[in-house]
C-alpha cells in the first residue's frame, strides 16, 4: 500500500506545467517503437509513463490505472498485437472511462502495411491517427511522426481554453487563413483593348501602340478588399484566331472572367454569345463581367436581359474606354465585389498549403511531375492524399500549376510554364512539312519538331495527348502514336468537290442539332484508308473504293453531314455508302448522343428534299409502300421501297435487323509489318461489320495496362472467324506461330473455329501447316500482286462473309 500512495504522490508532485503522457503498447511488436519514442519525447521535456516503470509488489492494474488519470494524453502504438493484447484492452479501458471525466487526449499510431484491425474499438475509429510506417516498429519513430507528435504536444501545451478530448493530431499548429487569390482571365477578339484594359487596371496608364498580346500575358494585380488584399493573376490573352486553339487549355474552373467587346464591327450579340459559351464550355458556372470597351469611339448597346437569361454567370456589364479612362473605376470595383464573393478566393487556406503554392510559384522548370509534387508536398508536411489532391485542383485553377487530372493520359504531368505548351503546340501546327503530309503526324516527328532541351522525349505524348484533349489532333484508330491534325489541313473546298452533282450521285445526309467542328477530322483518321491519295480539307474528305468516289462534308451553316457516291456500279456505291454510314454513326454514338444526328434520305428527283430515313424504314416494316410529302408547293409521291433500295438492298436490311445475335467474332493473326495491309482489310470488313455479321478483333484494340498475352488469348479462344495474314514476315514471326497459329489450328480441327488463311504478299507457304486450308483471295492469289487493291479485298470480303453467314 506504501509503494502505491509513494508512486500515486510522485506523479502528483509534477510541475503542472510539465506535459505528462501514457504511451500504451504491446511487447510484441511495439517495444522498439515505444522505447525510443520514450527516449525522444522525454528528451523533449515530456514525463513520458510506461507500464515498466512499476515496482515490484505494487498491483499492476491500480498503479496503470493511477498512470493513466495522471497522463495529459494517451498514446496508443496500435500495431496487430496490441488489439489481441488484454493488457492493452485493460489500458484503453481505464483510458475511455476517465476520458469521460477529464479532459485527456488520445494520440493513436497506426502503422501502414499492416493488417489485423478489426478489432479496434469503434470510441478509437472516428478519430484521426498518426501514420506511421511499419518500418518504424523495427527503426524506432519518424522524424516526421515525431515532429507531428510534438507539434500536438504543443498544442495542448499552448491553449488556455478547455482542449476537446479527441484532438485530431495536426501536421503543423492547424492555422488557416483565407487564400485570397484568384484567376482574372481576359477574353475577346484581337484588338478590343483587353492588355489596355489591364494597364489602366493595374496602373491607370494607357499607350496608343499598344502592340497584340503573343499568347498569353500573365500579372500580379493586388488590390484591397475591406481590410484585406486580394491578388488576382490576370491572364490577357492574344486575341489572335490562331491563338483561340491553345486558350481552351487554361481556361479554368473556378475562375472571375472579363469578356472585352468592341462595337466597332456590328454583332455584338452573336460575338459575346461565341465567347460566353466558349467560357461555359471550360469554366463552367465561372462568374463573368462583360466589358464594351472603346465605347467613347464606337457606342454600341448589347441586349442586357437576353444575355443574361441565358447565362446567369454574368454577374454585371460596364461600359469602359480605356482612353479616356471612363468606367474604369467601376469596372475596378465590380471585379472587387464579385471576386470578394468567390468562395474559391475565400478559402481557408492551411499554412502547409500557402508553403507548397509558394515554393511552386518560384519554380523556374516548364513543368513538374507527379513525383515531385508529392515531394514537395511531402517536404511541408502534407501526406494525405485528398488534401493533395484538393491543392493540386487549387493550384491548377489559380493557373500556378495546370494538371488535368481527370484525364488519366495527362495527369502525370502539372505545367509550371503556359507557353511551354503553347510553344512547343505553335511549333507542331505550324509546320509545312506536316502539312504537306496532309495534317498526319507521328509522334516521333515531333523528335526534329521540338528542341530537345526544352522538350524532352518523355513529354512528347503529354503533348500530343493534351491536343488531342482538346480535339486539336485525333489519334488513327488502332495506332496509338498517329494522329491528324485538322489545323493543317486547309480550309478551302477543292475544286473536284463541283463533280459531285447531286443527280448523278447516291445520296445520304445527317442533320445535326449541333455540329462539332471535330467530325469531320474524326471520319478522316476512321476512313484513312480510302482517302489516302485523295483531297482531305477542314470540313470534307473524298473517298475512293471499287471504282467509285465519295464527297463526306460539313455544312456547317445547315448543321450537316453531306454524302455524294458517285461513278462505279451500283453495287459498289451502295457498299461505299454503307463504310460511310458505318462510321459517322460511331462517331455520332462517341458523342453520345448530344447531337440529335438526324439520318435522312434525299428524295431521288428533288436531292435538295430529303426524308427520315428511320421513317422511311418503319414504313417499309408496316407495308407502307407510298406516302405524300410536301415539296415546295407540290405534294408529290414517296415510293419507300424505290429510295431505300438506292441506299441499301432489302435483303442486307433484313439480315442487319436479324443477324444481331449471331455476331461472329473475327480475330486477325497478323505480323506487325503488315499492319496497314491489315487496315485495308478491316476497311473492306466494314460493311460486314455494319450489317452486325462480324465483329473484329486484332491486338492493336488492347488497352494500355492490360496483359497483352492474356486479352490476345482470351480473344483467340472466342473467335469463330481466325483470319491468318500471310506474309514472310507472318511466317518469320515466332509469336504468330507458335502461339496464335498452333492454337488457331487445334481450334479449327475441333470444329469450334474456322481458320482462313489470307494471303497478303507472295511467299513460301506450300509447306506449311494451315496449307491445305482454304484460304483467300481465289486462287491464293496475293492481295499486293492483284491490279486492282480493291477487288482483291472485296474477293477476301465476300469469302469472308459467306463463312460467317454458313456458320451456326
Ligand atoms: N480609343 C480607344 N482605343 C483603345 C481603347 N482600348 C484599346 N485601344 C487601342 O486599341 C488597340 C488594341 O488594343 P489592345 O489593348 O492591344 O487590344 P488587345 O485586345 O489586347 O489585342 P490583342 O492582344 O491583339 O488581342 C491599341 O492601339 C490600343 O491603343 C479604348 O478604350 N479606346
Ligand atoms: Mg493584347
Redesign the pocket.
Known amino acids: 500500500m506504501a509503494t502505491k500512495s509513494r508512486l500515486v504522490k510522485n506523479v502528483s508532485a509534477e510541475p503542472r506545467n510539465k506535459i505528462s503522457c501514457y504511451i500504451c503498447y504491446a511487447r510484441l511488436d511495439g517495444l522498439e517503437y515505444a522505447k525510443v519514442l520514450t527516449d525522444r519525447l522525454r528528451h523533449q521535456g515530456v514525463n513520458v509513463f510506461v507500464d515498466d516503470d512499476i515496482l515490484p509488489g505494487e498491483k499492476i492494474t491500480d498503479v496503470i490505472q493511477n498512470k493513466i488519470q495522471h497522463a495529459d494524453f494517451f498514446i496508443l502504438i496500435g500495431t496487430p498485437a496490441a488489439f489481441k493484447s488484454e493488457w492493452v484492452k485493460i489500458e484503453v479501458q481505464f483510458f475511455y472511462r476517465e476520458m469521460q471525466r477529464s479532459q485527456q487526449r488520445l494520440l493513436p499510431i497506426m502503422f501502414r502495411g499492416l493488417s489485423g484491425f478489426e478489432d479496434i474499438p469503434q470510441f478509437l475509429q472516428d478519430i484521426q491517427w498518426l501514420q506511421e510506417d511499419k518500418s518504424t516498429l523495427r527503426d524506432g519513430p519518424s522524424e516526421q511522426g515525431l515532429s507531428q507528435l510534438f507539434h500536438a504536444v504543443q498544442y495542448i501545451r499552448e491553449s488556455v481554453t478547455p482542449i476537446p478530448t479527441r484532438i485530431r493530431v495536426p501536421s503543423k499548429p492547424e492555422k488557416k487563413r483565407p487564400l485570397n487569390e484568384g484567376k482574372l482571365i481576359l477574353v475577346?477578339?484581337?484588338?478590343?483593348?483587353?492588355?489596355?484594359?489591364v494597364r489602366r487596371l493595374t496602373n491607370d496608364e494607357?499607350?496608343?501602340?499598344?502592340?497584340?498580346?503573343q499568347g498569353i500575358n500573365i500579372t500580379d494585380w493586388k488590390l484591397l478588399s475591406g481590410s484585406d488584399i486580394l491578388q488576382l493573376n490576370v491572364w490577357?490573352?492574344?486575341?489572335?484566331e490562331i491563338m483561340h486553339a491553345t486558350h481552351q487549355f487554361f481556361l479554368t474552373e473556378r475562375s472571375l472572367y472579363i469578356l472585352?467587346l468592341n462595337g466597332r464591327e456590328g454583332g455584338e450579340d452573336i460575338d459575346a454569345e461565341y465567347w460566353l459559351k466558349l467560357i461555359e464550355s471550360f469554366g463552367g458556372d465561372s462568374p463573368v463581367i462583360i466589358v464594351q470597351?472603346?465605347?467613347?469611339?464606337h457606342p454600341f448597346e448589347l441586349n442586357y436581359r437576353g444575355l443574361q437569361t441565358r447565362y446567369p454567370q454574368i454577374h454585371g456589364f460596364v461600359k469602359?474606354?480605356?482612353?479616356?479612362a471612363v468606367g474604369i473605376d467601376d469596372l475596378r470595383q465590380l471585379i472587387q465585389r464579385v471576386a470578394a464573393e468567390m468562395p474559391e478566393i475565400r478559402m481557408q487556406f492551411p499554412a502547409d498549403w500557402f508553403a507548397v503554392k509558394d515554393k511552386l510559384s518560384l519554380m523556374v522548370d516548364d513543368f513538374m511531375g507527379f513525383l515531385r509534387f508529392r515531394q514537395i508536398c511531402e517536404s511541408e508536411g502534407i501526406q494525405n492524399e485528398s488534401d493533395r489532391d484538393t491543392l493540386c485542383w487549387v493550384l491548377h485553377c489559380l493557373g500556378i500549376a495546370l494538371n488535368y487530372r481527370d484525364d488519366p493520359r495527362l495527369r502525370e504531368t502539372s505545367v509550371l510554364k503556359p507557353e511551354w505548351v503553347t510553344n512547343g503546340i505553335y511549333k507542331i501546327i505550324n509546320a509545312k512539312k506536316i502539312a504537306d503530309r496532309q495534317g498526319e503526324l507521328r509522334l516521333s516527328d515531333l523528335n526534329w519538331l521540338l528542341p530537345r532541351d526544352r522538350y524532352p522525349l518523355e513529354k512528347h505524348l503529354f503533348l500530343l495527348e493534351l491536343m488531342r484533349k482538346f480535339s486539336l489532333c485525333f489519334a488513327f484508330p488502332d495506332e496509338e502514336d498517329r494522329y491528324l491534325i485538322p489545323e493543317l489541313l486547309g480550309k478551302e473546298e477543292p475544286k473536284v468537290t463541283e463533280a459531285f452533282v447531286p443527280d448523278e450521285c447516291l445520296n445520304f445526309e445527317y442533320h445535326y442539332a449541333i455540329l462539332p467542328e471535330g467530325l469531320i477530322p474524326r471520319f478522316i483518321v476512321r476512313s484513312h484508308t480510302l482517302s489516302r491519295n485523295q483531297e482531305r480539307w477542314r470540313s470534307g474528305v473524298i473517298l475512293s473504293y471499287e471504282g467509285c468516289k465519295a464527297l463526306v462534308t460539313a455544312v456547317t451553316a445547315e448543321r450537316r453531314v453531306i454524302v455524294r457516291v458517285m461513278s462505279g456500279d451500283a453495287g459498289a456505291r451502295r457498299r461505299l455508302l454503307a463504310i460511310i454510314r458505318y462510321d459517322v454513326d460511331r462517331i455520332n454514338r462517341e458523342f453520345k448522343d448530344r447531337l440529335d444526328a438526324q439520318p435522312k434520305v434525299p428524295l431521288t428527283d428533288f436531292p435538295e428534299f430529303s426524308v427520315d430515313y428511320h421513317k422511311l424504314v418503319a414504313f417499309e416494316r408496316q407495308g407502307v409502300e407510298t406516302f405524300p410529302e410536301f415539296i415546295g408547293q407540290n405534294v408529290v409521291s414517296v415510293d419507300v421501297n424505290e429510295l431505300l433500295n438506292g441506299i441499301d438492298l432489302a435483303t442486307q436490311r433484313e439480315e442487319a435487323s436479324n443477324l444481331i445475335v449471331k455476331l461472329k467474332s473475327v480475330f486477325f493473326s497478323y505480323s506487325h509489318k503488315d499492319e496497314s495491309l491489315r487496315d485495308e482489310l478491316e476497311t473492306h470488313l466494314k460493311l460486314l461489320q455494319r450489317q452486325s455479321v462480324i465483329s473484329t478483333w486484332h491486338d492493336r484494340k488492347i488497352l494500355p495496362g492490360t496483359e497483352w498475352d492474356h486479352e490476345i488469348d482470351q480473344h483467340l479462344e472466342r473467335a469463330r472467324i481466325i483470319l491468318l495474314l500471310i506474309s514472310a514476315d507472318f511466317i518469320a514471326s515466332d509469336y504468330c506461330w507458335e502461339k496464335e497459329v498452333k492454337r488457331a489450328l487445334e481450334r479449327h480441327e475441333s470444329g469450334e473455329a474456322v481458320v482462313i488463311p489470307v494471303m497478303l504478299r507472295s511467299c513460301d507457304w506450300q509447306d506449311a501447316p494451315f496449307a491445305k486450308l482454304q484460304g483467300l483471295p481465289k486462287e491464293m492469289k496475293p492481295v499486293k500482286s492483284w491490279p486492282d487493291r480493291d477487288a482483291a479485298w472485296t474477293n477476301v470480303a465476300t469469302g469472308i462473309r459467306e463463312v460467317a453467314q454458313a456458320l451456326k
Not at 188 to 197: A, D, I, M, Q
Not at 206 to 213: I, M, W
Not at 293 to 297: E, H, L, Y
Not at 320 to 324: E, F, G, L, S, V
Request: net charge neutral.
Open positions: 475577346g477578339r484581337g484588338e478590343v483593348g483587353k492588355t489596355s484594359l494607357f499607350r496608343g501602340d499598344e502592340s497584340k498580346t490577357d490573352f492574344g486575341g489572335q472585352v470597351n472603346k465605347i467613347v469611339q469602359t474606354d480605356c482612353k479616356d
